[in-house]
């Protein structure tokens, strides 16, 4: 008889129990029939067998049912069929009628028992389907790592093993390894306990014997201990995992000396989750591939620009200042009181120009590299202007600022070091681009569930093309303007500190003539006020 | 030291960037300062024990020891004020240093006057420890009676809630001094806060409306940006 699934299945003496099950039925059934024969005389009395035979084909399969089916049909011979305690048979007819009993029984017993069986791997295709679908969703999951570790719990759980172990190699961005229950065997028979470093390398997928995708067994007890081997042999189960057909991990299991053996459907899943992995790696690894290549143009675009900063913006300071200190040193000039002064404050007056172009490489450098983290605590916006533009006061004197906040405007979430930034290239900004005299409006009002701050000159105003790129480093509208004092940074590292808020920073051109910088923090409503102790 | 008095105050400046440690010392010793130099954590150390400066200047990013950890042995052993150096984007590390007992910071490049104003508050507190102690505090028209619970600016009484009149009274404990966000909320909120600013930064714009006539010029109350506040006394309103 070969074994069918349903068999496999399960483990030998639960196999066992099934045919003394299907025995013990039939005895049980002969005594009733022997109780009601010694009453009174029923034709047809071993179709009772039959009953016995379904029930045994319902619960045990086909095998203990056709076992069933002999044994009522000997015992019923041997038992109740003149002549008495022989298996001959006197009258012919009663020779047909237990033939097509013996008939009836197998084929009834099977028909029972390919119905169970069918119903039951319709229920293991829609218990593997679910798993499958569960498994998919976890990889999809942001942190394939920790998604490793619920579908492990998930596996084993569904297979009914002691332990599943699913290790990937470092290599894939997310190597590691998840556990989910023991992976050691039963005390006593070996102390090998999982080592994923053992059972995983990195290289080509298995073929020919292995082919890839497939689980095989593999015995991992050392030959000393081969007479308890027979028992611990058989009990590992791998799995490789493989992505663009090289080997990037492992699905090990453990099975439980008293658990259910894994089949065939069970091959079949682990394959199919196996594949999902691999998928998922394979995803993980285009996504990187790309996110690296953006990087790289992005960081070469971004040296380009700084080595134009550089020949640019930097040197023009710096040859003020060696002019002027070079001058200072002259011993065949005699300046005048005056003119050290002037030489002097050019000198400050430069160094603190690179002093401020570099805090805003600096910043730039930061956010490129995503290390910004805003500190963001509550604070009083009006305080805060008034802060910058006390400390702009110098580089503001040229032109009237005003300043329109409500007074009741309530207070807000930043990091102060970080929008005292923004502010002051935006106002610093503004000083340059505006003529001198002209109004400078620093304005701040809550629109909606964002606080807008906004800086507006009198200015040339923005060309339209400009508009887009002009939060670019290094991005200034044309060669005429470069003219201009500045690194062509301000607005960029404004932008990048806006939106480390999470908020969000535009230009627009004025009704009138002049530009509006503006920037909108996202607002929350203050907590309640904390009295003082 | 050249043009250096004896009786001038002594100050160890340990830097290991030799061009400012140079400018820092000569710029020290021409207004009559005794100056050491030190290049490294360790020969700082020395120097405090054999020099037994009145004032430290420390860079915190000394190339063989961790600038905290000089701070905390200093603090060990003694008070001796002490300022940080350090540049703009490590408010982190300064509040970190001030509270671990640093006097104040200077953010490089820093010019010559800042160093020197510094300098004289720091040196100062040491001759004057608490300031907090004496019943009226004066600093240009601001006037605190700390007997009477009164406030007044240019003789107008200034009418303030008990919170912003416990922050100026915190303030006011250590003039010219820089108090973290931290310090502060522990003297006006209590021992338990420190690490949630809750209203500190708000009361402290109140405070600075009530007794400041142009807030964009604070005459009195100076923001630290992402360190803390500084209540300026008459003698350092610097003219802008």
Known sequence: ?533 | MIGGTSEGARILVADDEAAIGRAVETNLSRHGFQVRAAQTGQSALEVIVSFRPDLILLDLGLPDMDGFEIIRRIRDASSTPIIVLSVRGQERDKVQALDLGADDYLTKPFGVDELLARVRVALRHTARPAAGTAAIFRTGNLIVDLEHRRVTLGGQEVSLTPTEYELLKALIAHPDKVLTDRMLLQRVWGPEYGDEAHYLHVYVARLRKKIELDPQNPRYLRTEPGVGYRLVSADQTAPT
């Open chain 1, 1 to 533: 008889m070969s074994p069918t699934n349903r068999v496999t299945d399960r483990s030998i003496p639960a196999r066992v129990a099934g045919y003394a099950a299907g025995l013990a039925s039939v005895v049980l059934v002969s005594l009733v029939i022997g109780f009601v024969l010694g009453q009174t005389r029923i034709g047809n009395i071993s179709m009772l067998y039959l009953i016995a035979v379904l029930v045994t084909a319902v619960l045990f399969g086909s095998g203990p049912a056709v076992v069933a089916s002999v044994a009522a049909f000997l015992i019923f011979n041997w038992f109740f069929v003149e002549p008495l305690h022989t298996f001959t048979v006197s009258d012919p007819t009663e020779w047909i009628a237990l033939l097509l009993f013996l008939a009836t029984a197998v084929i009834t017993g099977q028909l029972a028992a390919s119905q169970i069986r069918r119903a039951e791997e319709a229920k293991q295709r829609e218990r593997e389907a679910v798993v499958l679908y569960d498994v998919a969703r976890l990889v999809t999951e942001d942190d394939l790592r920790a998604a490793l570790g619920s579908i492990a719990d998930r596996l084993r759980n569904e297979l009914q093993v002691s332990g599943v172990g699913i290790d990937l190699i470092e290599a894939t961005g997310f190597g590691g390894t998840a556990i989910s229950g023991d992976m050691r065997l039963a005390p006593g028979t070996t102390a090998v306990s999982i080592a994923p470093t053992h059972l995983l390398r990195e290289g080509t997928a298995p073929t020919g014997a292995q082919p890839s995708g497939s689980g095989r067994w593999v015995s991992v007890v050392p030959p000393r201990s081969l007479g308890r081997a027979r028992s611990a042999s058989d009990r590992y189960f791998v799995v490789p995992v493989t992505s663009d057909e090289r080997r990037v991990g492992t699905i090990t299991l453990v099975r439980s000396p008293l658990g259910p053996q894994l089949g065939s459907p069970q091959s079949r899943l682990l394959s199919a989750v196996a594949a999902q992995l691999g998928q998922a790696v394979e995803r993980e690894r285009l996504r990187r591939d790309a996110l690296e290549a953006e990087v790289l143009r992005r960081s070469d675009d971004l040296k380009t620009a700084l080595l134009n900063a550089v020949s640019h913006d930097l040197r023009t300071p710096l040859a003020s200042i060696v002019a002027s200190a070079g001058s200072l040193r002259q011993d065949d000039v005699t300046w005048t009181q005056d003119d050290r002064r002037e030489f002097v404050d050019t000198i400050e007056q430069e160094a603190n120009r690179l002093n401020a172009i570099i805090e805003n490489l600096l910043d730039l450098s930061r956010m490129e590299s995503g290390i910004l983290n805003p500190k963001k605590e509550w604070y009083d916006l009006a305080a805060l202007v008034d802060d910058v533009l006390g400390r702009l006061r110098p580089l503001t004197k040229g032109h009237p600022v005003v300043v329109d906040i409500p007074a009741d405007l309530p207070p807000v979430e930043l990091d102060y070091v970080e929008i005292d930034q923004v502010l002051s290239n935006l106002i610093e900004n503004a000083t340059k681009y505006a003529p001198a005299g002209q109004e400078i409006r620093v304005m701040a009002r809550r629109s909606g569930g964002e606080l807008q701050v906004e800086v507006a000159d009198r200015g040339p105003g923005i060309p339209q093309e400009a508009l887009r790129r002009l939060f670019e480093p290094f991005y200034r509208e044309d060669e005429a303007r470069r003219k201009q004092k500045g690194s062509g940074l301000g607005l960029a590292v404004a932008k990048g500190l806006v939106e480390a808020h999470g908020g969000r920073i535009w230009a627009e051109n004025r009704p009138g003539g002049g530009a509006r910088f503006v920037f909108a923090l996202p607002a929350r409503d203050p907590l309640p006020e904390k009295p003082a102790a």
